[in-house]
Every structure is written in C-alpha cells, then in structure tokens.
C-alpha cells in the first residue's frame, strides 16, 4: 500500500494514511498528486515563505522499482521566486529510497521552532536537531548526517547556506550534483526551519506482477540502449545542447542579445570531456548514466572535484555570460551546489546584471565595487558570493529578480528574459514556433523541461510526428502550423513523466525511439494492476496540466501572461537566419488555436465543459466564485487574435 504522512513541524507530529486509489488513477504521483494537493492546500494570499504554504514531497508512481529509469521525486509548493506554482524534480538515488522506507508522499506544514531535519527509516519518522549543521554547505551536511547516522546508505535532501537565509532561488541538493533547482524549494524548506531529510529502508515495493514487471522492464532496456540517442546522452549528457546550440545559431549570447556569439571554440563539450571529465554516474536504475563527475584546479591551485555540468551551467555562464574558460564554468557549478543556488536562476541573474552593467543602469557604487564584464571569472563568482553572503547586489537579487528590478529601477525588469516571472533557458528558441509556444504556456513559468518539442530541432518527417501527435507537424521549424499539438502532445507527455518518476531523457520527449506513452501504460499495469487505454494516459497528463492551469488562474494568470520574453520579438542577429523572429500576429493566432484545442476560452481559463471532462468541476466551480478572476463556467473555446503581443513588443 502506499503511504502518505503529513507532518506539522510546528507541532513535531505526524500523521499517517494511505494514497487513496482514486486519486492515484487521477494525478498517478509525483507531480500530479503533489499539484492537486497544493491546489487545495493554499490560496493566492498564502506568503510563499511563510508558515501556511505548504511543501509537498512526491515519488513517482513508478519510481523505485525494478524498472528501467523509475527515480525521480518532486518536491511542490508556492514560490517564493515567481510567486505562484512552484515545482522541481530531481532524480538520483533519494526518491527510491523514501519508497524503500515506507511513503510516497510527505506533506510539511507549518515551521518548526527550532531547525531540524527529519529522519525517515522504515516506516519511521523523528525529528532532529540541526542546528550543529549552521556552518556546513550542502554536501557536508549530508556526510553529517550519514556520520551521525551511522549509515553510509542513507539518502538525504539537504539545502544549503542559500536556503537558510532564505535565498528566493535557493535549491534542495541530494548529492554532490543532484538538484531540485528551479521555483525556489530551497527556500521554502528554509522557511521551515527545515534543513534536509534523510531517509533509509529495507522495505519491498509491492508488484502487481512479478513476472510481467520483468517482461516489460526486459523490453524497455532493450528499447532505450538500442537507440541513438542512447548514445548520445550516456557520452554527452545535457552538454550535448551545447554543441548543438552553437553550430545551429542558437545558443543564446550576453543575456539573449545575440543568438550566436564569437567566443572561443574552449566552449565545446569535447574538450570538457577530454580535459575535465573524471567519470560517470548514473541515477537508479538507469542504463544511461549522463551524469557527468569532473576534476579541475582552480587559480589558486586548489584541486576540485564534483558532479556535473549540465547544460544549464555550461551555456549560461558559457554563451550567455561570455565565459568559454572551463575552469571557472566549473568553480561556479560547483560554488552553487555547494551553497545550494539553482543554477539556472543563478545564470540568469548573473547575465542580466552585466547587462545592466554594459548598459550603465548599475554601476560599481551598486555592486560593491565589483566591474560586471562579461566573461570575468570574478564577476560571476563575486555575484554569486555576494547574494550567499546577502551583501552589495547580491543582497537585492537574493529576494528574486522582480524585487531586485523595482530597486534598481530605471526599466531594469525589460532586460530579464523570463515567462511568468522565471528565467528562461540560456538557449534561444526564437526561431522554433512549437517551443517558443512551449515557453509561453509552460505552467511554472519559462521551462523546457515541461513543454519544449525537442523534435522540432530534428526536422522530421511529416509522417513519423504524424504516428506520434495525432497530425503532421511540419519539418520546418518556422512553420507556425499545426505546432499548437506539438506543444499539447509535449506538455501532456512531460506531466506524465513527472508524475510516473521517469527521466524525459528516457522518452519520446528526446527521441522517437524511445518510451511513450504505450510504454508507460505497460509499466504501470505490471507494477500496480492500474489498466489505463493510451488515450486514458494522455487524459491524466491533460487533467494535471488543466489543474495546473487552474492554480495559476486562481493566482489572476491568464493570456496577458502567455507570452514569450519580449526580445523574442527582436530579431535574430548573427548566422544565416539573422532576422529571424517571433511575429506577434501569427503568434497570437497559433496561441488562440492552442488554447481551443485544450477547451480554454480566449483569455486561456479552462472551460466547464473542458473541466466537467476532466473531473475536475469541483475545483472549476470553486475558482468561479472567486471574484478577482476570469473565468466563465458555460464559455465555450473562442477563436480570433488575442491583443497582449503588441503590448510585448
């Protein structure tokens, strides 16, 4: 049976009950589960760091189990960076172990009087004492835990420097490499007075059936190691989209100025491999093993190792801070995981301060005498010291870019990229219409990791995205026709991954060759007796992500907030698609058309009939009532071109 404790920390108690079935068919795990919950959990006047937000931990349906790539967990609650949906998944070894210790699903409310981490073990949770754990980054809490412990086995979440003071961007690190990085978690646990969760079992996960669990498992693995994209990810991992991005003119350039950039051939993933590289790691049972392990001397002769880069850190501190010296792209990797700063925001704000700099709207009286030119190895780690240690521009990106722009004022919020207050990737996807739909769309801000066709890059065949969308989606990435299904087919894909604790980059989402949705309505029969149709699956992802949907609407989101950054109206500079752009009026029909296909009316608030579909009338009808929002119960899907493009650019 699955099992669910809800924890108030404030109190030192908890309760324990069992995931009732019903909402298992529904949301699956994981996120699904885990935005459910929320949505019912906390209103939009709840203080994302204060004690009534709640922060939902969640497993995957599959996660754990002998299965190929069952390991991650998301971790869910209100941002304390965006201010409305926060949610980040990381995968690892820590999500399989909270099963193998008895819970799916921890929900943690309140804030406990004191700093404390909780101690999970077969079927098992106590509170301890963490103040003692004051002075050490996140890796070092973890080996004191485990010292303390007395088990080396023992998986921990922890968070770092970043998250005890409270960093809006702070992350939840397992490991020296694994992160829940994006929305801020970090923070909310920090809030908490919550400083890490450690967790160990010897429990069995129950099978439905053994034998066809095999079968399946046999044939997936069989499956994934026979494609190229295996390939490509077990060698390159993430980096891959660093080389991909630079020879196809899109990497992104001094805070998405430019979309190509002349900096030094260094910025290449082979020579990290070739120079860096000390190993690799994989997550559980995963055949892949994309986790990069590096060694590097620092200028001060210092020998570090670590795990990572992924691509985030590499291209944004590579192309979009115009850094091409490995040496510092690791320094500052490293110096994030260990105080615990998610490394996308991290990039983000670093670019977006040089920006200011180069263009005068800060100067050093601002950043306590620290010159923000691009590429100095100095001025990125300085910022990201400076917002640790809460001092001289640091201490006002510390409470988020929104805060930090009112600030500095002098229109400082047009130069940071982002979607729904997160930044986007340190790519630019301007010249692909399904993913700038996707960044537009996605439910917790600017994420390619919940909506980004990454087919779109591959130029296929009409018939092969055909038998996998439901309709043609053109090779030409410029195209604007038909994309609002890739965008749909992606979103829906990605929630059910999410929620079922697979790697994306174990799916159809990387590569058509491989597992799909059929693929994971084989896996959850032989591991829970649960029979979906393929259709029903697509179903479940489209009912999490219309309740997603549903919590941003709650929060005053509509269309005016599904738009791309506004320098993806500007055009394209460098390569041979130099002028390349997105058009307002093509793009504002291809959103009207998205948000008809999904049963949304103009302004992009779910139908009832689309709710009443779904089953989720209940939260449909609660939102109606709430005055401060759009929202017509009986509206049907409208068609026509909406206006809010023209206010972006």
């Not at 939840?172 to 920090?190: E, K, L, N, S």
């Amino acid at each position: 049976m699955r099992r669910m404790a809800v924890i108030d920390l404030a109190a030192r108690a908890v309760e324990a009950c069992d995931v009732p079935e019903d909402l298992r068919r529904r949301f699956l795990g994981g996120r699904g589960i885990n935005t459910h919950l929320l949505f019912h959990a906390v209103n939009e006047w709840t203080d994302p760091l204060g004690p009534d937000n709640v922060l939902f931990l969640g497993a995957g349906l599959l996660t754990g189990l002998p299965w190929v790539g069952g390991t991650r967990c998301n971790f869910t609650a209100k941002s304390p960076e965006t201010g409305h949906l926060g949610d980040s998944a990381a995968g690892g070894h820590f999500a399989a172990e909270l099963r193998f210790a008895g819970f799916d699903h921890l929900v943690l409310k309140g804030r406990a009087g004191r700093p404390v981490y909780l101690w999970i073990h077969d079927g098992e949770i106590e509170f301890r004492d963490a103040a003692h754990l004051e002075p050490l980054n996140s890796a070092e809490t973890q080996n004191a835990i485990k010292a303390e412990l007395g088990d080396v086995k023992v998986q921990v979440a922890a968070i770092g420097p970043a998250g005890r003071r409270l960093v809006r961007w702070a992350c939840i690190m397992h490991g020296v490499g694994d992160a829940w990085g994006r929305t801020g978690m970090g923070a909310v646990m920090g809030s908490k007075n919550l400083w890490a969760i450690a967790v160990r079992g010897n429990g069995a996960i129950p099978v439905a059936d053994p034998a066809r669990m095999m079968q399946v498992t046999e044939a997936h693995f069989a499956q994934i190691t026979g494609t190229k994209g295996f390939l490509a990810t077990s060698n390159y991992g993430t980096l891959i989209r660093l080389n991909n991005t630079r020879t196809q003119g899109y990497e992104g350039g001094f805070n998405h100025q430019q979309n190509m950039t002349e900096l030094s051939a260094e910025l290449d993933s082979d020579v990290f491999l070739d120079r860096y590289e000390s190993g690799k790691a994989s997550c559980f049972n995963c055949p892949t093993h994309c986790r990069h392990q590096h060694e590097v001397t620092l200028r001060d002769g210092t020998v570090k190792r670590g795990g990572g880069p992924e691509y985030y850190g590499a291209g944004g501190w590579g192309s979009q801070c115009g850094c091409s010296d490995w040496p510092t792209i690791l320094e500052a990797w490293d110096y994030c995981n260990e105080m615990g700063l998610d490394t996308g925001s991290a990039t983000a704000y670093t670019a977006w301060l040089m920006e200011l700099y180069e263009k005068g709207i800060i100067t050093e009286a601002d950043t306590d005498g620290l010159p923000l030119k691009w590429g100095d190895h100095d001025a990125i780690l300085g910022v990201l010291r400076q917002t640790v240690e809460r001092r001289g521009i640091g201490a006002l990106v510390a409470d988020g870019w929104m805060s930090a722009a009112r600030r500095i004022g002098r229109d400082a919020h047009r130069f940071f990229d982002h979607v729904k207050g997160l930044s986007i990737e340190c790519d630019d996807v301007r010249g692909h219409r399904a993913q700038v739909l996707g960044l537009a769309t996605a439910s917790r801000g600017a994420d390619h990791l919940r909506s980004r066709f990454t087919l779109e890059e591959f130029s296929l065949p009409e018939k092969v995205t055909e038998k996998l969308v439901g309709v043609p989606i053109p090779a030409d990435a410029l195209s604007y026709t038909n994309k609002e299904h890739a965008c749909i087919w992606t979103e829906n894909v990605c929630a059910l991954a999410d929620s079922l604790g697979t790697c994306k980059f174990l799916t159809k989402w990387l590569s058509v060759g491989l597992l799909g949705v059929g693929e994971f309505r084989d896996a959850i029969e032989a591991a829970t007796g649960m029979r979906f149709s393929v259709e029903e699956l697509l179903r479940a992802g489209d009912r999490i992500t219309n309740m997603e949907r549903l919590f941003l609407a709650r929060e005053g989101m509509s269309r005016k907030d599904d738009a791309p950054p506004e320098k993806f109206y500007q055009p394209w500079t460098h390569g041979p698609r130099a002028g390349t752009r997105v058009e307002p009026e093509p793009f504002e029909a291809l959103l009207d058309r998205y948000y008809a296909t999904r049963g949304w009316d103009r302004q992009g608030i779910p139908t009832g009939e689309t709710l009443r579909a779904l089953g989720l009338e209940k939260e449909g009808a609660f939102l109606a009532d709430r005055r401060d929002v759009h929202f017509v119960w009986n509206a049907a899907p409208a068609e026509g071109i909406g206006t809010h493009a023209a206010a972006q650019g």
